[in-house]
């Protein structure tokens, strides 16, 4: 069509204006839908010229009947993985270039076409639906993104939605799946400072309205804590002050003196995090085969350590702070099951539908097991001789538990073996942990309790919790700042010839020794605002940083050598806080 006369094209989009403007009487017939179907991958509409027409195709589609919708979406679902981005492509860019017109005289003014933009995310919706009932997804669920939306006023957005919820007013909140993971982390952070404002701002005026006078310190949430007892202090401490939760975290270790602009809270999360998974501890199973920690399923009278764990994680991503936790996607699923703690404290909370594939991303020994199981051709019955009863082992002693009443007597068989696996697997990761994980879940929600939290699909809060795993120190590089250096001077450059050459865990100390985390945030290397700074002091000096600020101090090392020799001890010896 493209490579067609002018003239072919123009009589083609006057039969498609013309069609779309006649009056329909009566319910559209399939063959309508065909037509809707084959329109909306007219290449045509590419161009800004036609998105007149376009519009109108748009607003149509989204007038269809919720059945004539489902007919779209499954035939979306039939589409080349090519075919189907390219449709996607060609909505968001209308979409931008509605909300930005580089030529705005083009288009009909916005106060005549408000309907525009809605039929488009609309028509989008359609597409979501139908990529998220394959599996895997025709596309990834980032192609959906549309950064352009990073740049309009999203808090605006938000309030409209949190307003208004899903009625008469439009809002891009109402379709999160547009939103990208940065426009998502910057509703988050926003609606987390209001938050804190808003309860510290309650702390000083109930202080005032009892006659007492006022101090810094009530305006935020302070953790003080031994090194040695840091665990059980952490607990003492967040129990305590419950009702701090949201204000702006401050830590500081008992007997150093560091001062908390940032870098010692960075130092609790690292060092508590890393006592709370070790295996010894007992809380998390990690699972060599699959590199996640699981929920120990041991029972035990009190649940408050995991509920320190959720508070952690809470704080963390309240605070804008990555973790190094190793987690299982379903651990996400879970803890958005559902996204906001229900009024009823009688309704289970993170309990998710699971799958085998779930149990593959965590014990994929296991779960290779119970698939042989599913696809065994011989007598299930006589082979397997298994029952609707799981063992497992507590503190040396192995357990029964039944998958349904009378389990022990219910013979596993070909007909209902299906059954089997899916209540195995919902015990393993719903069921048996069940306790654990609601601990879990409170303490997560005690901190992020907000309705943000529903725009968020599992691995978008994965991301927020954990940051990016990967490095990218040719990025680090370009964004880096300096102070003191310039970037050509022979220091800076032996500096990265040095650490682009490191092994990848020295680099990751060398992350943590500046930034108090190995992880990269949200926007990766350009958000961290690295600065190398000039070290006035000795040579003979190691490189110092100031984690709270993403800054280290270089002193002008003569040699590469010598420079990687003091920088490799520096940050392979990086614990604590000291002030000479």
Not at 449 to 457: E, G, I, K, Q, V
């Amino acid at each position: 069509l493209l490579n067609t006369a002018q003239d072919i094209q123009k009589t083609v989009l006057k039969g498609i204006i013309n069609s779309l403007l006649r009056e329909w009487k009566g319910p559209r017939t399939k063959d309508d839908l065909r037509a809707y179907f084959i329109l909306t991958q007219n290449p045509q509409f590419s161009s800004t010229s036609t998105y007149v027409i376009y519009a109108h195709l748009l607003r149509q589609i989204t007038t269809l009947s919720d059945a004539d919708h489902n007919l779209l979406i499954h035939w979306f679902k039939k589409m080349s993985p090519k075919r189907f981005k390219q449709l996607v492509d060609r909505l968001l860019q209308f979409i931008s270039l509605r909300l930005f017109p580089a030529k705005p005289e083009e288009f009909p003014p916005v106060a005549k076409c408000t309907w525009w933009i809605p039929s488009a995310i609309k028509v989008l919706a359609l597409l979501n639906a139908a990529n998220s009932l394959c599996n895997p997804p025709i596309i990834p669920y980032t192609d959906f993104y549309n950064s352009t939306l990073d740049h309009i006023d999203l808090m605006e957005d938000y309030q409209t939605w949190q307003f208004y919820g899903s009625t008469h007013r439009f809002s891009f909140c109402q379709f999160p799946f547009v939103l990208s993971i940065a426009a998502k982390k910057v509703i988050i952070q926003k609606d987390s400072e209001q938050q804190m404002i808003s309860i510290a701002r309650q702390s000083l005026v109930d202080k005032v309205a009892r006659r007492q006078k006022p101090d810094m310190n009530m305006l935020f949430l302070n953790i003080k804590v031994r090194r040695l007892q840091l665990v059980s202090d952490s607990l003492d401490e967040l129990t305590r002050k419950r009702a701090d939760l949201k204000k702006k975290l401050k830590v500081t270790f008992v007997g150093e003196a560091g001062l908390d602009m940032g870098g010692l809270t960075k130092e609790w999360f690292l060092l508590l995090i890393r006592q709370i998974f070790h295996p010894d501890y007992g809380m998390f199973t990690f699972h060599k085969d699959s590199n996640f920690h699981w929920f120990s399923s041991f029972k035990c009278d009190n649940y408050s350590e995991f509920r320190l764990v959720g508070t952690l994680m809470g704080l963390a991503v309240y605070n804008s702070i990555t973790l190094d936790i190793r987690f299982p996607p379903c651990c996400y699923k879970k803890l958005l099951s559902p996204p906001v703690v229900p009024c009823d404290q009688n309704i289970p909370v993170g309990i998710a539908t699971v799958t085998l594939e779930d149990l593959y991303q965590i014990m994929p020994e296991l779960a290779h097991g119970l698939n042989e199981l599913l696809t065994y051709e011989g007598n299930v019955e006589e082979d397997f001789y298994s029952t609707f009863q799981v063992f497992q082992e507590e503190f040396g002693v192995i357990k029964s538990y039944s998958l349904k009443p009378g389990g022990d007597k219910i013979p596993v068989t070909n007909q209902n073996r299906k059954e089997y696996v899916q209540l195995y697997v919902d015990f393993l990761l719903n069921k048996s942990i069940y306790k654990q994980f609601s601990a879990f879940y409170y303490g997560f929600h005690s901190v992020c309790s907000s309705n943000a939290l529903m725009l968020l699909r599992p691995e978008e809060v994965e991301i927020l919790v954990c940051g990016s795993p990967e490095l990218d120190l040719h990025a680090l590089q370009k964004n880096t700042q300096y102070d003191g250096y310039q970037k050509t001077d022979l220091t800076i450059r032996h500096f990265w010839d040095v650490v682009l050459g490191f092994p990848l865990d020295l680099q990751k100390k060398l992350l943590h020794f500046t930034t108090g985390s190995d992880r990269v945030p949200v926007g990766g290397m350009a958000d961290l605002n690295f600065k190398i700074s000039k070290s006035e002091t000795s040579t003979n000096w190691l490189p110092v940083s100031h984690t709270c600020f993403n800054q280290l101090c270089l002193p002008p090392y003569k040699t590469k050598k010598e420079l990687k020799q003091k920088l490799t001890i520096a940050i392979s010896n990086a614990e604590g806080f000291g002030l000479q």
